[in-house]
């Protein structure tokens, strides 16, 4: 069984700075972990993603160089720091796990994801 597990999130200013969490019990091999924000009336969007073998990330343009994956030392816990958030940033914010696909053409696809966490609101006021 795989359970993913969210903390994190809340309210913010414009400009300021979220670090949410993903821990993730799992009982097959985590290939690729992700982060989608889905705003009311909007698709679910992929913001970031990370490949576990290599912790090679990546990125959507609209996050890059504000956002950032990382794992902890004991790899069960994958933070997601946010800076220099702003209004347009404001979700529901949900990690996901890849254990079956090994080739992904596309991380930010939400259909490659087998599992998915709670899910977690961020708000950013102006």
Same mark, same amino acid.
């Given at each position: =069984?795989?359970?993913?597990? =969210?903390? !994190? ?6 400009? !300021? ?6 821990? +993730?019990?799992?009982?097959?091999? +985590? ?12 698709? #679910?969007? !992929? ?21 950032? +994956?990382? #794992? ?6 994958? #933070?997601? =720091?946010?800076? !220099? ?35 977690? =609101? ?5």
């Amino acid at each position: =069984q795989v359970q993913l597990v =969210q903390s !994190g999130g809340g309210s913010v200013q414009a400009g !300021g700075s979220l670090n949410l969490s993903c821990t +993730i019990s799992a009982d097959t091999y +985590i290939i690729a972990v992700g982060w989608f924000r889905q705003a009311p009336g909007k698709e #679910r969007e !992929g913001v970031a993603a990370m490949r576990t073998d290599t912790g090679i990330t990546y990125y959507a343009d609209s996050v890059k160089g504000r956002f950032a +994956i990382s #794992r902890d030392s004991a790899q069960k816990t994958f #933070r997601f =720091q946010m800076n !220099g958030l702003q209004p347009a940033d404001t979700a529901t914010y949900y990690c996901a796990s890849i254990h079956r696909r090994l080739y992904v053409a596309n991380w930010f696809d939400p259909s490659y994801y087998d599992y998915w966490g709670q899910g977690t =609101q961020v708000t950013v006021s102006s």
